[in-house]
């Protein structure tokens, strides 16, 4: 099995004019012996704080792996040494996708799962893919986490904070039920806000009776978003001779 760990690099800028531009600072490799990836990071101030996932249960993954891929927090000083590390989710697959710090240092991570236990306080919806949105506090632990969706696949992408502290998660829904208000077809974008608390407080279908992707959003200075993704029809689709 191909090996995968997170691979890090600080690099300075030089203002030399006869060198390359940046230059290696520092570097970092961290994860265990199976597929380990990061998918965001922060700069906190004094430490870096990354977000992504692993399947690993030993090497630097020394919280406890909970079965198939866990989504995995790392904290680093400003040198690259680890401060600390956490897995979390349950038996089945679970992945972060991004990680953002609120005004109190504590830590909104928003990514999907497919397990109902573990660190899954509540799934409403087994068997299925959700969006799993998770709040810790400074030192890792969960203050409180929500899975959101339905009964078929729903995969996040991008989120964001909000101004009034709540979060919002972004990316696609297959399903027609449970938290999903509006459904148009095979999959629709798909956005849900939650507040600082994690009750949702409303969400938002855009698409067609095809495949609609939501892939990138930010929220505006009005209090609205702008959100991009795209669409897949295979209907009219013919093979290549």
């Known amino acids: 099995m191909k090996k995968t760990s997170f691979f890090l690099f600080n690099l300075f800028l030089c203002f030399?004019?006869?060198?390359?531009?940046f230059q290696i600072q520092w570097q970092g490799c961290f994860g265990g012996s199976e597929t380990d990836a990061a998918s965001d990071i922060i700069d906190i101030g004094?430490?870096?704080?990354?977000?992504?996932?692993?399947?690993?249960?030993?090497?630097?993954?020394?919280?406890?792996?909970?079965?198939?891929?866990?989504?995995?927090?790392?904290?680093?000083?400003?040198?690259?040494?680890?401060?600390?590390?956490?897995?979390?989710?349950?038996?089945?697959a679970d992945v972060f996708t991004r990680i953002f710090q609120d005004n109190e240092g504590n830590f909104i991570l928003v990514g999907d799962s497919h397990s109902s236990d573990g660190d899954i306080s509540n799934d409403p919806y087994p068997g299925s893919t959700d969006f799993w949105i998770v709040k810790i506090d400074s030192l890792g632990n969960i203050l409180w986490d929500r899975i959101i969706g339905g009964n078929v696949l729903d995969q996040i992408w991008p989120g964001t904070l909000t101004t009034d502290g709540g979060v919002v998660a972004y990316g696609w829904t297959g399903s027609s039920d449970g938290d999903v208000s509006v459904s148009y077809g095979a999959y629709d974008m798909w956005m849900v806000k939650l507040n600082s608390e994690g009750e949702k407080e409303w969400d938002f279908s855009i698409g067609t009776d095809w495949f609609d992707y939501g892939q990138a959003m930010i929220e505006t200075s009005d209090g609205g978003f702008l959100c991009g993704g795209g669409e897949q029809d295979w209907r009219g689709w013919q093979p290549h001779m």
């Open 16 to 21: 030399s004019l006869y060198s390359q531009p």
């Open 46 to 92: 004094n430490a870096y704080v990354i977000a992504g996932y692993t399947v690993s249960n030993d090497g630097d993954v020394n919280s406890g792996n909970h079965g198939g891929a866990d989504g995995w927090m790392v904290k680093l000083d400003k040198q690259g040494n680890l401060i600390w590390e956490k897995c979390y989710g349950g038996s089945n």
